[in-house]
């Protein structure tokens, strides 16, 4: 067993390293990779940088170069339902690229031939985090997260992608590794602390509590961890 752990900002990983304790940093494509061994289980951890393009390039090389079988993330998103409050945790169930867009062809919206709208990330890795946080006594919300290559802060934006996807967060990194981890074959997991309402405030709120929720979400992914490797 080999676990990938990723984020997009080096404050959704900082938590992660430091709880792993000593690792080794390998330079790859353009990035950074910090190899580690904990609890006799081999650990990748390494931040994308933020959107598509760069979370696609790191989980294919957590994959395909650093040989990693399961891949998790850990990060912060933009609260879409009104349920989720700033530091809520959600749990993808499946993920979609809300700015995927070829309706001018008939499409629905995030489908292109060959993919899928939304692509549902692992399900035993799900059920294990209902445990932890049953075991935690936390309140771990499931749900749909849309992904793009925005930041939204724009009520009606955010409306359009709860129209199109029935959306409960939104951020720029878990559909892209969703589609990368389904085509190698890789259980994912994707989880996000809420830092943000992705309205017009957005930008202040996260700024705010961007690496609090980022915290918050990489102590859970930890927890998940601890139990993997038992
Ligand atoms: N990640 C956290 N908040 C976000 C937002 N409002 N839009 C996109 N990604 C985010």
């Given at each position: ?107 629905p919206?995030?489908?292109?031939p ?24 936390k ?42 981890c ?35 979400s ?13």
């Amino acid at each position: 067993m080999k676990i990938a752990i990723m984020g997009a900002m080096p404050e959704e990983v900082a938590p992660i390293l430091e709880k792993l304790g000593e690792y080794k940093t390998t330079k790859y494509a353009d990035n950074e990779y910090y190899e580690a061994t904990y609890k006799g289980v081999d650990i990748v951890v390494a931040y994308s940088k933020i959107g598509k393009v760069f979370s696609t390039l790191t989980a294919t090389t957590m994959i395909e170069h650093f040989n990693c079988d399961r891949l998790l993330f850990s990060g912060v998103a933009g609260g879409i339902n009104p349920s989720l409050k700033i530091g809520d945790l959600i749990v993808a169930t499946k993920l979609s690229q809300h700015d995927l867009d070829i309706t001018a062809f008939g499409h629905p919206m995030g489908f292109v031939p060959g993919g899928s709208v939304f692509v549902e990330a692992d399900k035993d890795l799900i059920a294990l985090s209902k445990d932890v946080a049953k075991e935690l006594g936390k309140t771990v919300k499931e749900g749909i997260i849309a992904t793009g290559d925005q930041f939204v802060h724009d009520e009606k934006v955010k409306q359009t992608i709860v129209k199109h996807f029935n959306a409960d967060a939104l951020e720029m990194e878990g559909g892209s590794v969703a589609v990368v981890c389904k085509s190698l074959n890789v259980p994912f997991f994707i989880l996000r602390a809420i830092s943000d309402t992705a309205d017009t405030d957005a930008s202040f709120s996260f700024d705010e509590f961007m690496e609090s929720s980022a915290i918050i979400s990489a102590e859970f992914i930890m927890k998940m961890i601890d139990r993997v490797v038992e």
